[in-house]
Structures are given as C-alpha cells and as structure tokens.
C-alpha cells in the first residue's frame, strides 16, 4: 500500500502561482511513477502530468505544458507540482497518483484524497 497526502491547495487569483505537495508512505517511493491529475466541477478527472521514478521523464498534458513543473525528491518521498500562470480553467481538485509503471495512459494504483485548487479572476 501507498498512502498519499497532498496540500499547497488554495485560492489564487489568475495569472498567480502555486505549488502543490504530495507526500508519500508505505512501499519504496521510488519504484512509483507519479502524476498529477485534476477534476473540475461536472467534469471527468483528466490526466495533467507524470514523472518517472527517476525523474528523467516527464509527460505533460498539452493544457499546461509550459506554465506547470513536476518534481520529485524520492529521498523526502515527495513529488511537488509548481504552477504558473494559473487561469481560472485551472480550478479544480488536484489528485496525486502513483502508478507501478511510467506509461500512458498513465495507470493509477493509489490515489490521494485531492486538495482544492481555485483560481479567481
């Protein structure tokens, strides 16, 4: 089992920035893939970005490409999302996720419990 604990989740207003944390215990952190992914309100979750084990590869969904970073520190057991730029199609709730593999579409064995991302205009 993983357990996944996000936060860094808030109001901002748009064009601001923020930086989302996930931290990670149980099984061996680094053997995960990691992804953010997000759901507005009346919409499906939808995939935003991924991270190798080793943090060499990246995958981002086109919507943010450029304005959101993915990071990992596998010796604090913690992958961040820093992101830039936000606009209001930004506002969602924000998922961590940890997948065995580092493949698309990005498979998903444990989920956090979503912190609240809300960009106002």
């Known amino acids: 089992q993983v357990q996944l604990v996000e936060s860094g989740g808030g109001l901002v207003q748009a064009g601001g920035s923020l930086r989302l944390s996930c931290a990670a215990s149980g099984r061996t952190f680094s053997n995960y893939a990691m992804g953010w992914f997000r759901q507005a309100p009346g919409k499906e979750r939808e995939f935003v970005v991924a991270i190798s084990w080793s943090g060499l590869n990246k995958n981002y969904a086109a919507s943010v490409k450029g304005r959101f970073t993915i990071s990992r520190d596998n010796a604090k057991n913690t992958v961040y999302l820093q992101m830039n730029s936000l606009k209001r199609e930004d506002t969602a709730v924000y998922y961590c996720?940890?997948?065995?593999?580092?493949?698309?579409?990005?498979?998903?064995?444990?989920w956090g419990q979503g912190t609240q991302v809300t960009v106002s205009s």
């Open positions: 996720a940890a997948g065995r593999r580092y493949e698309f579409p990005f498979t998903t064995d444990y």
